[in-house]
């Protein structure tokens, strides 16, 4: 594993990343607001690998970047590649952490998503912006030491507001509606492996198979008999939100080991309850 990698992003995802590397890792609080800062920051630091973990998903959900469209293109859009030209013109790999809510789905027709399918969801401003700076940056992979890595729902086993099992907790109420899901300590593990094998292209960070909200709202109530929460129908809340799975198999095939949606939750819960 290099032992010099420069994270960009220091909230959910990007300190988690920071935490798992260690020493191995720097981590940039740093504001990008044009090319010269980000060259400035990676030429001051030096890095073999750069990840981007910049973006923006709402102070309370993603309705939120509708009512900020400059701060969502900058963030999610615009920054992923202008770190995508300073690593191209430096010669280091570039790691591009992003999104599986850019796909229309359907339950009756469509199988797990892949990484050769096209983004087709438009519906929510916050997925069109993943989606600008996602098919922008491939154009590099097949060429360059490019790795975009896409991850849903995350859950974690560690308290944190963007946390799934954080967020249900306080809502107390779920949908009932099957969903791919990152579990974070899968992930990190998967994301050091990419990187150790020098993956290039997309690859889709899932745990196997989907989880229905309420799965884990029970597993949650079994360490916390008193809990009560309700199952609501999704239609009647007028959200536009995806909801879909995304294939492992690349994943797989890479050689890395992927760990069921069932097997994980019991242990996300014990661990979280630590805390």
């Known amino acids: 594993m ?11 995802i990007g300190r988690r990343i920071y935490d798992y590397f260690q020493l191995q890792s720097q981590i ?12 400035l920051e990676i030429k001051k630091h030096n890095p073999q690998i750069i990840i981007n973990c910049i973006g923006y998903t709402g102070s309370r959900n993603v309705d939120d970047c509708e009512n900020n469209i400059d701060k969502t293109l ?8 202008i770190l995508a030209e300073v690593a191209f013109r430096r010669k280091i790999k570039l790691v591009h952490i992003a999104s599986g809510c850019i796909f229309h789905y359907d339950y009756k027709k469509d199988k797990p998503i892949d990484e050769k399918r096209i983004p087709d969801y438009f519906n929510l401003f916050y997925s069109r912006s993943k989606i600008y700076s996602e098919r922008a940056i491939e154009v590099l992979c097949k060429n360059y030491n490019v790795l975009i890595v896409r991850i849903r729902v995350p859950l974690d086993n560690r308290p944190h507001p963007k946390n799934l099992l954080t967020k249900l907790i306080r809502y107390k109420k779920v949908i009932d509606i099957p969903n791919s899901i990152t579990y974070i300590p899968d992930f990190l593990k998967a994301l050091a492996y990419l990187i150790k094998i020098d993956a290039k292209g997309i690859y889709n960070i899932v745990s196997q198979g ?6 884990l ?24 939100r995806t909801n879909l799975l995304l294939s492992t198999k690349k994943l797989k095939d890479a050689g890395f080991k992927i760990r069921s949606t069932k097997k994980i939750l019991d ?6 309850l630590k805390y």
Do not use: H, T, W
Request: glycine share 4%; aromatic share 20%; with cysteine.
């Open 217 to 240: 709202m029970e597993v949650y109530k079994r360490y916390v008999p008193n809990f009560v929460y309700e199952v609501v129908d999704f239609e009647r809340l007028g959200l536009e």
């Open 28 to 39: 940039s609080s740093k504001k990008i607001y044009s090319f010269q800062d980000a060259e």
């Open 2 to 12: 290099p032992n010099k990698i420069l994270i960009f992003g220091d909230g959910f």
């Open 74 to 81: 900058f963030s999610n859009s615009f920054i992923p590649i």
């Open 210 to 215: 989907a989880l229905r909200y309420s799965e």
């Open 267 to 272: 242990e996300c819960v014990k661990e979280y």
